[in-house]
């Protein structure tokens, strides 16, 4: 940059009466320590205008004085005078406007970020609130199906069965049959889990005739499964056949019983 | 008793009762004329150079002497002090906001005492122009912006004509 035009610009002039804005004043203070140069032509500003203005007084009448110093040196403070005042400032109270015009932006910009963060503390659990929604009527659902399930077992015609294993003794299953509407119900307490191609069938013996019951869906969040109904039956068997089925039994029952 | 500008700045800071007594003693009479010009009335001038003094006092700390000499500081602070007022003062303020005089009307003072010293005095060898231009940056503390609209000139014209004017007032001083 061209320091002799800068000096010779009026910036210097400005920046001593204070007629700069703070921007011109930042730069200039910035350059004027880099630049001897400035600094010394502003210095020799200051004391041509400190000569000018101090060559010339108007008389201040004593008691200015003593209200001066009893107002700086008396022990109670005076809260009225505490402003902020530098060479920096403004001219008049446009300071005090930047000020507030600073810290409504500050307070603005505050606000939209607290109502950004509401709005999507609020969408968030809005979420978590569905969520939970769903995953209470699914509870509720199976509850259900569950009073349900007890409802059938502890119905007086209902005849209980339990189907065993021949040597283990933890593989087994319950059958509930209603005498009187002939429905049949399969509760899995523990089978070997079967191979891909595999699937339990059961079976009702009569006259050890095996009547088939249909196959077994495995699916764990069913107690009791819905069978095919049976109008007569001496025991129950399961076995384990290919996918699908078969017509007549193919191999020894896993569980047996009797009623 | 004298001080080197050093020494009292020095003992302004250490918040020396005597340093201040001769600082007020130097300056009072030329910062009193000065904001006598801004607020044209002695009586507010009275009560606006004891706000000056008081925050000369308070904020000595806050003078940095890489920045200007003291009495630059001082006179800042004497002049925001007497911008302040005229512009707290509803009277004249509103009048001065609603319209700045055009060239033909331009008051330079209330009272004549008042423009024969100082930049005051200075500025009358100014043209016309840049005296208004002067009056109204310096002794009535509008902004460029609030100056352009007033006269109804660009902003930039504003800021290149102040500047002329302030580089003839320094030529005026020395």
């Excluded at chain 1, 995953?135 to 065993?164: F, G, H, W, Y």
């Excluded at chain 2, 000065?34 to 925050?55: H, K, M, P, W, Y």
């Amino acid at each position: 940059m061209n320091i002799k035009e800068y000096i010779s610009s009026g910036i210097i002039e400005s920046y001593v009466l204070g007629l700069a804005t703070q921007q011109e004043s930042q730069e200039f203070e910035k350059l004027s320590a880099q630049y001897p140069e400035i600094a010394a032509a502003r210095n020799e500003f200051e004391l041509a205008l400190e000569q000018e203005l101090t060559s010339s007084t108007v008389t201040v009448s004593g008691h200015i004085k003593q209200n001066i110093v009893q107002k700086i040196f008396s022990p109670v403070e005076d809260t009225e005078m505490a402003r902020e005042v530098s060479m920096e400032t403004k001219p008049g109270s446009n300071f005090i406007w930047k000020w507030l015009v600073a810290a409504s932006f500050i307070l603005l910009v505050g606000t939209a970020f607290w109502a950004v963060n509401t709005s999507r503390n609020a969408k968030r659990l809005e979420k978590e609130r569905v969520a939970l929604l769903q995953q209470l009527s699914r509870t509720e659902s199976e509850l259900n199906a569950m009073k349900q399930e007890a409802a059938i077992m502890q119905k007086p015609d209902v005849k209980m069965a339990s189907m065993n294993n021949a040597s283990n003794p933890m593989v087994y299953a319950t059958i509930y049959w209603d005498t009187t509407s002939k429905d049949v119900y399969l509760m899995v307490n523990n089978l070997p889990k079967p191979a891909s191609d595999k699937q339990y069938q059961l079976w009702a013996l009569l006259d050890n005739k095996p009547i088939d019951l249909g196959m077994i869906e495995a699916r764990q969040d069913k107690l009791l499964y819905r069978m095919k109904n049976v109008q007569q039956a001496e025991a129950f068997a399961i076995t384990l056949e290919p996918k699908g089925g078969s017509s007549t039994p193919t191999t020894t029952p896993v569980v047996l019983s009797k009623l | 008793m004298t001080y080197g500008e050093q020494e009292l700045i020095a003992s302004l800071r250490h918040k020396d009762e005597q340093a201040f007594s001769y600082l007020y003693d130097h300056y009072s009479g030329t910062l009193y004329g000065v904001i006598c010009q801004i607020v044209e009335n002695t009586e507010l001038g009275n009560d606006v150079l004891q706000e000056a003094f008081i925050n000369i006092w308070r904020h000595i700390d806050s003078y940095d002497e890489t920045k200007g000499r003291l009495f630059t500081w001082m006179l800042n602070i004497a002049r925001n002090a007497a911008i302040d007022k005229i512009r707290s003062k509803g009277n004249k303020q509103t009048q001065r906001q609603v319209a700045i005089p055009n060239n033909d009307s331009l008051p330079l003072s209330v009272s004549p005492r008042l423009d024969d010293f100082g930049l005051k005095k200075i500025i009358l060898k100014l043209k016309d122009e840049q005296r208004q231009l002067i009056d109204l940056s310096y002794f009535q503390g509008f902004t460029h912006e609030q100056i352009a609209k007033a006269l109804d000139i660009p902003l930039g014209t504003v800021k290149t004509r102040i500047r002329s004017a302030l580089t003839q007032l320094r030529s005026l001083l020395s």
